[in-house]
């Protein structure tokens, strides 16, 4: 009942399709591997994942694995997912800056907990097909727009959070500015090439303490020129 009102309460449409392979998910690989932020829980159990990747991978939606989603990018493994969500505690009022909409699923698993999130993706095509599913699913707390991930959202800035959903070699100056003070960043850090280490960024008094939370692989951090 609680991930239901949550979703409900916050302009999305409740989805009871593929009901009990979320369920499953969530107390599989979630769960089971520490996440127990109920807020996160919740979203985790309500958004229908399977909505969220190619129509031909739908069946592999809910397993314990990233997915392909086109232009060599990937939506992340539900443990994934579950953790950076609870590691910068949304909920109703926080302001969140995704970096890396890709398929969009991240932004509504934020937005199912009652977060304003304000989430930009460098692939014009991902961004659109985004904006087009998120509109149809009711996320009406999310905002995106096509663009260099590097420079951020300053005309939203400061965030509560920020979260950044492709690896990165360092962590962008811009995205540390408009990172409000007692905000919290979690970004993957490293090589393209090599296993990186996910990094918490926690803002006090100015200054940022890093800490390292676990090694992961993403996709490259994406530049305009680039492109």
């Given at each position: 009942m609680l991930c239901l009102v949550l979703l409900l309460c916050h302009g999305a449409v409740a989805s009871s399709e593929r009901e009990e392979e979320r369920e499953a998910m969530v107390k599989e690989q979630v769960l089971a591997r520490g996440v127990k932020d109920p807020t996160t829980l919740a979203a985790m159990r309500t958004v229908?994942?399977?909505?969220?990747?190619?129509?031909?991978?739908?069946?592999?939606?809910?397993?314990?694995?990233?997915?392909?989603?086109?232009?060599?990018?990937t939506i992340s493994q539900p443990f994934i997912v579950a953790f950076m969500t609870e590691i910068i505690k949304p909920g109703?009022?926080?302001?969140?800056?995704?970096?890396g909409t890709g398929s969009g699923y991240?932004?509504?698993?934020?937005?199912?907990?009652?977060?304003?999130?304000?989430?930009?993706?460098?692939?014009?095509?991902?961004?659109?097909?985004?904006?087009?599913?998120?509109k149809q699913l009711?996320?009406?707390?999310?905002?995106?727009?096509?663009?260099?991930?590097?420079?951020?959202?300053?005309?939203?800035?400061?965030?509560?959070?920020?979260?950044?959903?492709?690896?990165?070699?360092?962590?962008?100056?811009?995205?540390?500015e408009q990172l409000a003070e007692s905000g919290l960043m979690v970004i993957?850090?490293?090589?393209p090439f090599f296993v990186q280490?996910?990094?918490?960024?926690?803002?006090?008094?100015?200054k940022t303490i890093s800490t390292s939370l676990m090694p992961v692989r993403f996709v490259p951090f994406k530049r305009a020129d680039e492109e």
């Open positions: 229908p994942r399977h909505l969220f990747v190619p129509g031909s991978m739908s069946h592999q939606a809910y397993q314990d694995r990233p997915l392909p989603i086109g232009h060599g990018q109703p009022g926080r302001k969140i800056l995704e970096i991240q932004a509504a698993i934020l937005a199912a907990t009652g977060a304003q999130v304000y989430s930009i993706e460098i692939i014009p095509q991902l961004a659109d097909s985004a904006a087009v599913l998120l009711g996320f009406t707390h999310v905002e995106t727009r096509s663009a260099d991930g590097y420079y951020g959202w300053k005309e939203h800035a400061p965030f509560d959070a920020i979260i950044v959903t492709a690896a990165a070699e360092f962590i962008p100056p811009p995205l540390i993957p850090v490293g090589s280490t996910l990094m918490l960024i926690q803002k006090r008094d100015g």
